[in-house]
């Protein structure tokens, strides 16, 4: 069978409200985080696992809020006062920056300018008890701060999640693809980001369509959890 080369080209990934999938895994973190001006503190923490619409949700909150988005691995380069001078910030990722004490003093700095006038949301996979911080000041401003939580996968939020990552890449699947591969496939985000990754990338090369034995053979290959 003759191969054709594959372009790793990014898929266009909708971030709007409408297209974010609403699950009993998803539906608290959404609500609060519409209920921004009733944050203690004016400050929100938004943890949950690596893919599971973190991101997202912090892009629907800032378009909300006209809130300007940071990842917490650039605060060291960036203007803090600029930043707060928006009054709403979101920073992503911020247990990356655990043990980094420039970038650690930053987000510290940053949350003190922001708030108690504005409003911060930060995102991360686990509570801060968990990242292994260094500046005391920090933790105890975080550990202060209402958090919610967006939950493992349920076979509702795994089947969402397909149906988006197959629709942003523009891959015609069969209707039964979707709960074969939920039945059969590690349950994680990140599982479901691969065997999406892998059917767009083999569909390419050998010009064949998406389908159930396409699956089977990713899934019997995927790498390990």
């Known amino acids: 069978m003759s191969m054709q080369l594959a372009f790793a080209l990014p898929p266009q990934e909708k971030l709007g409200r409408e297209d974010f999938i609403v ?16 944050w203690p503190g004016g400050k929100m923490l938004l943890v949950g696992p690596e893919g599971a619409g973190k991101t997202h949700l912090a892009h629907i909150w800032a378009t909300d809020c006209r ?4 990842a917490a691995t650039d605060l060291t380069e960036a203007d803090l006062t ?18 980094n004490r420039a970038a650690e003093a930053a987000l510290f700095h940053l949350h003190n300018m922001v708030l ?5 949301l930060i995102t991360a996979k686990t509570p801060p008890r968990d990242w292994g911080l260094t500046l005391p000041d920090l933790l105890s401003r975080l550990q202060a701060a209402g958090l919610t939580r967006i939950e493992g996968p349920d076979d509702a939020l795994l089947g969402g999640v397909l149906a988006k990552l197959f629709a942003d ?12 591969a939920i039945a059969r496939m590690p349950r994680s985000i990140h599982a479901a980001r691969h065997l999406v990754e892998q059917m767009d990338m083999l569909t390419l090369q050998r010009g064949c369509a998406p389908g159930l034995r396409l ?11």
């Open 23 to 38: 699950t009993p895994a998803t539906a608290l973190a959404l609500q609060a985080t519409a209920r921004w001006q009733d």
């Open 67 to 70: 809130a300007t988005r940071i």
């Open 215 to 225: 699956a089977a053979e990713i899934l019997e290959e995927a790498p390990p959890e």
């Open 82 to 99: 600029a930043l707060a001078a928006g009054g709403a910030v979101v920073v992503e990722d911020a247990d990356r920056i655990a043990g």
């Open 169 to 180: 890449r523009q891959l015609q699947i069969p209707a039964s693809l979707i709960p074969w």
């Open 116 to 120: 108690p006038a504005g409003r911060l």
